[in-house]
């Protein structure tokens, strides 16, 4: 059974940062590409970082320059270094998975139960 678990979530100001972990059960990270997204109360989930088992990297407009995803394959991680936060950052942030970079970024197939972050200006 693929298990997506993400953790690292938490109360931060603006300004802070924080690290987004997900670890992830058997080869999932290193056979697929994996995402980060978002989803904040009343808004819909929203796509904010993709990584291909390559490297590639894919960022919402709204966090580039901030936010950094990055994978350990030897370790079945994916990381979201989330730098100078905003208030708008605050949402449940989720991990995704899916074979390839259009997949990942549009209709992952598998997800994580997701992780609160809340920051406070």
């Known amino acids: 059974q693929v298990q997506l678990v993400e953790s690292g979530g938490g109360l931060v100001q603006a300004g802070g940062s924080l690290r987004l972990s997900c670890a992830a059960s058997?080869?999932?990270?290193?056979?697929?590409?994996m995402g980060w997204y978002r989803q904040a109360p009343g808004n819909q989930r929203e796509l904010v970082a993709a990584?291909?088992?390559?490297?590639?990297?894919n960022y919402a407009d709204s966090v580039k320059g901030r936010f950094t995803i990055s994978r350990d394959n030897a370790k079945n991680m994916v990381y979201l270094q989330m730098n100078n936060l905003r208030p708008e950052d605050t949402a449940v942030y989720y991990c995704?998975?899916?074979?390839?970079?259009?997949?990942?970024?549009?209709?992952?197939?598998?997800w994580g139960q997701g992780t609160q972050v809340t920051v406070s200006s």
């Open positions: 995704a998975a899916a074979q390839n970079l259009v997949r990942v970024t549009t209709a992952p197939r598998y």
């Open positions: 058997g080869n999932i990270v290193s056979d697929n590409a």
């Open positions: 990584i291909t088992r390559g490297g590639t990297t």
